[in-house]
């Protein structure tokens, strides 16, 4: 029986990590995690194929259900370092300059996605982690305002496609045990992910 209420809200968001993201032999591997940002919000919205249904006795008697098909990751952050963005934009290394060029060169890897939301049942906070496997993020697009009487704070919108991931399952999603304290579902995820300290 549940310590908690039989539903949670959510209220919060935090600690987004990626990590490049390999296959093999339904296998996957991540490449070395690195905290993304500060996550201000998240919205995941999947893609399922239509449910199939068999009629019989004028009505139906039995339904298939749609399937993850795909879908779309929307994070927004306070904003990116250039680090984070070569990696989950794949630019190449600064010039010598110390200049960094986007154009042809850029070469986007598939990358998994990690974070935390937090939710409330019955008075009770909960943390829970979630990894999103295998996505591939999209020009970020930027937007700044002149400095005036007072501090206009602004953020940075990513968007990633979600796909299935090659393992048996074809898993695109990983959720994490409810946890009763953030730093053991920030544990968690960083253990799954493979961060090292």
Known sequence: ???????????????????TYTAASGNITFGTPTKLARGVSVSLEPTVSEDNNFYADDQIAESDS????????????????????????????????????????????????????????NGKEIWTPTIILKTKFNEITKEANTTEDEIDWQTEELTATIARSENANHDWCWLGPDCTTLADALSKLQTKLGVKE
């Open 66 to 121: 749609g399937r993850f098909t795909g879908g779309t990751l929307t994070l927004t952050v306070d904003g990116l370092f250039i680090a984070a963005e070569k990696l989950i934009l794949g630019l190449p290394e600064a010039g010598e300059d110390g200049w960094t060029a986007k154009g042809d060169s850029a070469n986007p890897p598939y990358v998994s996605v990690g974070y935390i939301t937090k939710s409330m049942s």
């Open 1 to 19: 029986m549940s310590q908690y209420a039989p539903g949670k809200v959510t209220i919060g968001f935090s600690n987004p990590y990626v990590a």
